[in-house]
């Protein structure tokens, strides 16, 4: 490829994000949108590494690019409590909404493809594509998942991140692991330190990196129905495939090179184009992915039978008035109410974890008990509600609690890495008219 022609680094601006701010840059004038996701970007001292601003560059010549710094690093605002991938989610959205994108490609490099699958699978309606290179699904290894680390080479990972973050030695070794045709490469080596220290905090990092550790997207990524591209190096051919076969009609390319981001190295901007430009990209609006609620009155028939129908009448209503006022601040839409039951669903996890758990102390007013189950899973759209398979596991989930417990299954437990949410281990359960048995946690209050 040629070279790029200069460009001025782009201003950088800032979208609310809730209470927070987002630092965010526009870049290119193509004709299609690209948000790009590193795990780890400075979006002032970016421009200063020839390797990443030339990525950059090249990527604007065929795009609008849209940059920005994740919550908690970079220029963006720290938030006291540890960013989820949902929080994330939620700042892509306000960055395109503040760049007037109504829909957007996807660019997820290594973890921060957990990011971006998770959004393309929620928000199909405002992504055209969805673009990986060298992903990992889960982060750590498994009987079923060989790629990821063991749990003591996490520890160790994060053990040195905990104690050395910052210092030249650490920085050298990250450098030589992700960059090793650059190990040797003094200018490169003195910029990587410098950004590295840029990007976050000791605390923001360990942060970050147990979440990439905790986080399992396996279950996510059938439900992507976005045109997906996925491209790796050679050293990273099994695990990238192994992302391929879970996305339908993914489409895999390995590109030369052997370093694990995407800088340096021209091939795969050229793949990039070759898929958002010259290909027929259609997006399946039918599906997406949703975090399901149920919940019912432990006993009801009980308490029906001793307050009478007009008094029970009236506790319902407070009841269900009670948990309409959490579910719209949880941002929570109310799908159906059968007597005593609620059904909702929820874009992020965690949000719904902690509207179920805020509805089960509330309803103690009432001196009700309830009981509420969660479920993440790829629905079907039936009029504007979801349905299939992944509503009944929810019900399913449910229906194993006790009385003020919230169960959840373990998609909802391995998506909400970060958020500080606890979880009782209650084992593997066959579930009624679900064919696959399914490990399911109580969130400790």
Known sequence: MGETPA????????????????????????????????????????????QFAGLLRRLATFSRLILFDHRGTGLSD???????????????RTVMDAVES?????????????????FAATYPERTSALILFNPRAR??????YPWGLSVSEW????????????????????????????ADDEEFLRHMLAYTRLWASPGAAHAYFRMAMETDVREVLPAVRVPTLILYRKPFREQSLDVARRILDAKAIMVP??????????????????????????????????????????????????????????????????????????????????GDGFFASFDGPARAIRCACAIIEMVKELGLELRAGLHTGECELVDGKVAGIAVHTGARVASQAQAGEVFVSSTVKDLVAGSGIEFEDRGEHRLKCISEAWHLYRVVP
Request: hydrophobic share 40%; aromatic share 8%; proline share 5%.
């Open 102 to 118: 109504e829909q957007s490609a996807l660019l997820g490099v290594l973890e921060g493809g957990h990011l971006t699958t998770l």
């Open 7 to 50: 460009m001025e680094p782009p201003d950088i601006r800032y979208a609310r994000s809730g209470d927070l701010a987002i630092a965010y840059q526009v870049i290119g004038e193509g004709s299609l949108d690209l948000v790009f996701c590193p795990f780890n970007v400075n979006l002032f001292y970016v421009w200063e590494i020839p």
């Open 78 to 92: 720290h938030p006291r409590d540890l960013p989820t991938l949902e929080a994330r989610m939620d700042d892509i």
């Open 139 to 144: 982060g750590l290894e498994a009987s079923d």
């Open 155 to 182: 520890r160790a990972r994060l053990k040195e991140i905990r104690e050395e973050w910052g210092s030249r030695e650490l920085s050298n070794r990250f450098a030589a692991s992700m960059y090793p045709s650059l």
């Open 257 to 338: 090179g052997i370093d694990a981001a995407i800088a340096p190295g021209d091939e795969p901007t050229l793949e990039i184009e070759r898929f958002l430009v010259h290909s027929e990209l259609e997006v399946e609006l039918e599906r997406v992915l949703a975090t399901i609620l149920f919940t019912d009155i432990v006993g009801a028939t009980e308490r029906a039978a001793e307050l009478g129908d007009s008094q029970w009448r009236v506790l319902l209503e407070q009841h269900h008035a009670l948990i309409r006022h959490q579910l719209a601040r949880f941002r929570g839409k109310e799908l159906d109410t059968a």
